[in-house]
């Protein structure tokens, strides 16, 4: 079992920048941020493998970073020049243990956070 929860979400300005937090527990090769706008599918915006590899969707490379602590309980999501677009519930999210280890978008998440809202205003 893996359990989450983000923390730091908020309401900015375009062009400001936010720190994602995701207090993490238990084991997992694969996490990631997610987001999700009202009546759209949620999307993949970035992930991170256990040997450190990342990933990132087109619509935030370059401005978004994630990374762990040492100890893995803590995952993180720098985002810098946020754009409205950017505005979404923001998730965290892990792969079952003993899923296949493919980390990559569009693969089965097991865990979810609660969310946090994010918000840009123009």
């Known amino acids: 079992q893996v359990q989450l929860v983000e923390s730091g979400g908020g309401s900015v300005q375009a062009g400001a920048s936010l720190r994602l937090s995701c207090e993490t527990s238990?084991?997992?090769?694969?996490m990631g941020w997610f987001r999700q706008v009202s009546g759209k599918e949620r999307e993949g915006v970035a992930l991170?493998?256990?040997?450190?590899?990342?990933s990132y969707s087109d619509s935030v490379k370059g401005r978004f970073t994630i990374s762990q602590d040492n100890a893995r309980n803590n995952l993180y999501l720098q985002m810098n020049s946020l754009k409205p677009e950017d505005t979404a519930i923001y998730y965290c999210a892990a792969k079952h243990p003993f899923a296949a280890p493919i980390c990559e978008m569009g693969t089965p998440f097991a865990y979810w956070g609660q969310g946090t809202q994010v918000t840009v205003s123009s």
């Open positions: 238990g084991y997992s090769h694969c």
């Open positions: 991170i493998a256990t040997d450190g590899t990342t």
